[in-house]
T-cell receptor, first 117, second 111 residues
Framework: GAVVSQHPSWVICKSGTSVKIECRSL??????MFWYRQFPKQSLMLMAT?????????EQGVEKDKFLINHASLTLSTLTVTSAHPEDSSFYIC?????????????FGDGTRLSIL | GENVEQHPSTLSVQEGDSAVIKCTYS??????FPWYKQELGKRPQLIID?????GEKKDQRIAVTLNKTAKHFSLHITETQPEDSAVYFC??????????FGAGTILRVKS
């Protein structure tokens, strides 16, 4: 159990394009989902916490107008990188947990490799 | 906010030897400490976790120890195998499932 699906796995697009990434919990309801960014050979940097039915909480330094997050249901959160530029190229990973209060394991998606030309 | 430091950044061991990775955290309110294994280009996978009411937890060849007083926790892998080669991340959380990750350790098991 606890499978998280992330789509697409790889995106290559031109500068100025907006890109939407989906994160789905397949076999459980996720009240909270998290979006991370990972640069090569570096750790996971939390971008925002996505709560079903409410606005996302962004980490300091993350532009909320640049990285739009929507968590419309208990099984789906989306991250939209708006007007993407080469510096937005990175590996984006989502995770989901069953409970937003007590500490429950986070289960990660396969990640999306975004390349902006 | 919470800060998690992880050492070493790289670790090479001979197959069959043990590997130890150490992490320290700054926020004494942290109460949940998971360890993730990430192979190149793949998702991080939870391999073991420990909560603050426990000092040690073991799962086959993997064990984690927690010292709340010193605010550090360690991952121990015994009888290492080539398939253990990966990047390992420690993390800490004080609630709300928000994790702060360490910088990662590249483990290479030489056969």
């Amino acid at each position: 159990g606890a499978v998280v699906s992330q789509h697409p796995s790889w995106v290559i697009c031109k500068s100025g394009t907006s890109v939407k990434i989906e994160c789905r919990s397949l076999d459980f309801q996720a009240t909270t989902m998290f979006w991370y960014r990972q640069f090569p050979k570096q750790s996971l940097m939390l971008m925002a916490t996505s709560n079903e039915g409410s606005k996302a909480t962004y980490e300091q330094g993350v532009e909320k107008d640049k990285f739009l997050i929507n968590h419309a249901s208990l099984t789906l959160s989306t991250l939209t990188v708006t007007s993407a530029h080469p510096e937005d190229s990175s590996f984006y990973i989502c995770s989901a947990s069953r409970d937003s209060v007590s500490n429950q394991p986070q289960h990660f998606g396969d990640g999306t490799r975004l390349s902006i030309l | 906010g919470e800060n998690v430091e992880q050492h070493p950044s790289t670790l090479s061991v001979q197959e069959g030897d043990s590997a130890v990775i150490k992490c320290t955290y700054s926020d004494s309110a942290s109460n949940y400490f998971p360890w993730y294994k990430q192979e190149l280009g793949k998702r991080p996978q939870l391999i073991i976790d420990i909560r603050s009411n426990v000092g040690e937890k073991k799962d086959q060849r993997i064990a984690v120890t927690l010292n709340k007083t010193a605010k550090h926790f360690s991952l121990h892998i015994t009888e290492t195998q080539p398939e253990d080669s990966a990047v390992y991340f420690c993390a800490a959380s004080k609630g709300g499932n928000k994790l702060v990750f360490g910088a990662g350790t590249i483990l290479r098991v030489k056969s």
